[in-house]
């Protein structure tokens, strides 16, 4: 009778992200589908019971994750961050209408960083 004896495995931390507020991430359970997951808080999941659920949360939420091993019953505990930034309050104006005696406008733009 030959014996085989598995090793303990060593599971790997999920990473974290960051999204704009009403945007969603794909979490990744990062340790293969031959292990059993649990994420927790759920209510922001589209399954908190896959590798890699979808999150949708609304601010920045720290989710805990749960890898199982069924078969020789380890399993460890990990937290991530998934940083929500809140959408940017753009705002646009312009300095005047354009018409025959106005051909040109200043356009004026607050809120952003980036302007294109």
Known sequence: ???TIGRK???TAPPGGTICEKDSILLNGNNGNVYQY???PGSYLNNASIQQP???P???TTFTLTVYDA???YDSVFTTVILVNPLPNVSVTKSND???ASP???LFALGANIYN
């Open 1 to 3: 009778v030959n014996l």
């Open 9 to 11: 495995p060593v599971f």
């Open 38 to 40: 649990s994420w927790s």
């Open 54 to 56: 979808m999150a949708s």
């Open 58 to 60: 609304p601010v920045t």
């Open 71 to 73: 078969v020789c019953n």
């Open 98 to 100: 354009i018409d025959c």
């Open 104 to 106: 040109f406008a200043n």
